[in-house]
Antibody, heavy 122, light 108 residues
């Protein structure tokens, strides 16, 4: 069974750093692109970027370029989303999702993680 | 960047009725690379339709997708109580991938 399990909820202060994770199981993790999606409180879905764990090829949405860092460790079957200095406006639910089909870049999101709630407040 | 505009923003219907949700793109979506997702409160989104008209595994046949180019539609033929949720369209034919703002389907 394919599963994406994300790390737990985080409460941080502005200016702090954070790295959240997404661990895949039940499939060949390194050969499927993984995407990150933001959902602000009460709002819609925003595509942040994607990574190919096999070689860490990463693409960012222009809206998130320079704001976050996406990485992966194929030996750990995990992808990561990282902030160096959080802002209150980063408060949101963050989802990872796997793209359909090995190596497929232009394809839909097949499986989703359960989400990680990040709260940034002083 | 392709902007997806969903309409209506909120749709109020009763169980058993037919729901028609629209997704319009600011430019043509390559190869009908359009998907629909359902999201219920407190849950992650779930894939319903991909390639504009192909149902995902396990999705009931009351859900259907259609359209091409810039105009796409998600139809739910007879609403069940569990269908009341928020629906998002997404294009994945060009980067950045973009989502529509969502249509909330609520019980009338």
């Amino acid at each position: 069974e394919v599963q994406l399990v994300q790390s737990g909820a985080e409460v941080k202060k502005p200016g702090e750093s954070l790295k959240i994770s997404c661990k895949g199981s039940g499939y060949s993790f390194s050969t499927y692109w993984i995407a990150w999606v933001r959902q602000l409180p009460g709002k819609g879905l925003e595509w942040m970027g994607i990574i190919y764990p096999g070689d860490s090829d990463t693409r960012y949405s222009p809206s998130f370029q320079g704001q976050v860092t996406i990485s992966a460790d194929k030996s750990m079957n995990s992808a990561y989303l990282q902030w160096s200095s959080l802002k209150a406006s980063d408060t949101a639910m963050y989802y990872c999702a796997s793209l359909y089909g090995p190596g497929n870049f232009y394809t839909h999101f097949d499986y989703w993680g359960q989400g990680t709630l990040v709260t940034v407040s002083s | 960047e392709i902007v997806l505009t969903q309409s209506p923003g909120t749709l109020s219907l009763s169980p058993g009725e037919r729901a028609t949700l629209s997704c319009r793109a600011s430019q043509s979506v390559s190869s009908s690379y359009l998907a629909w997702y359902q999201q219920k409160p407190g849950q992650a989104p779930r894939l319903l339709i991909y390639g504009a008209s192909s149902r995902a595994t396990g999705i009931p046949d009351r859900f259907s997708g259609s359209g091409s180019g810039t105009d796409f539609t998600l139809t739910i033929s007879r609403l069940e109580p569990e269908d009341f949720a928020v629906y998002y369209c997404q294009q994945y034919g060009s980067s950045p991938r973009t989502f529509g703002q969502g249509t909330k389907l609520q019980i009338k």
